[in-house]
Structures are given as C-alpha cells and as structure tokens.
C-alpha cells in the first residue's frame, strides 16, 4: 500500500514517523508531520503502529511501574501529582481532612481521589467503599 487517499503522507513516512516515536523521539514528531492528533491515531491505528500493537517485550511498550514500585518523585505522564503527593493526600484523606480542602490544596477533583486510590488497592479504606 503506498498512501492512503486523503492522507498527506505516504505509508512510508507514517511508518519512519511511527519508528521515532516508538524510539522515544517524541517531542514535535505531530507537528513535523503536521496533522492533529486525531490524524496521528487515525493512522498509527490503520498501520497497526500504535504501542500497543508492538510485540511483548518492545522497549517502546514499557508500562507505568506498579504503584508500589513508584518512587516519591514519580509522575506519571496522565497525572498532575508526584507519587509523594498522591501519598499525603490519602493519609490526609484518611485522617478526615474534607475532600472541599484537598481539592483546593491538591488542584484534583474528588472523584479522581477516590478513583486513584481505587487503583492502588486502598479505596474502601479511603473512601469508605467495600
């Protein structure tokens, strides 16, 4: 297949662009080829190119570390806590201080405390679910 028909690049160049992204070289690759994101995942998903169609064991599908593997300093990509701070807010959580405060302080929705804490096996604790 050489290029799709309303694309702007030919399969080729997706795929180089696809290449250097799975290698890490992430920063402006979108912008280089210029198309939206939407474009971009239209694409890796037609070429079978997105992380996750890479085979197990590709260095570019290396995963979050478990929770508690994760060292204060930690930030996921998706979040806007450090691991640490993920720590403080459930042991203030947990010690009665009201979502109205953490929320404030912590700049998350309180919804998302729940769900975070859902995550890393301590919600019924946290947040007073079973």
Request: aromatic share 8%; charged share 25%.
């Amino acid at each position: 297949m050489g290029k799709h028909f309303n694309s702007k690049h030919d399969d080729a160049a997706w795929r180089a662009l696809f290449g250097r992204w799975h290698a890490g070289r992430t920063r402006a690759l979108r912008a280089e080829a210029g198309v939206s994101a939407d474009t971009w995942s239209a694409h890796a998903k037609r070429l079978g190119m997105r992380i996750g169609d890479l085979p197990e064991g590709h260095p570019a599908r290396r995963g979050a570390p478990a929770f508690t593997d994760r060292a204060d300093e930690y930030r996921h990509p998706n979040s806007r806590l450090t691991e640490g701070q993920w720590r403080a807010l459930f042991a203030l959580r947990a010690a009665g201080t009201p979502d109205t405060v953490l929320v404030v302080r912590f700049g998350v929705k309180a919804a998302t405390i729940c769900s975070q804490a859902e995550a890393r096996g301590s919600g019924g604790r946290i947040c007073g679910r079973g």
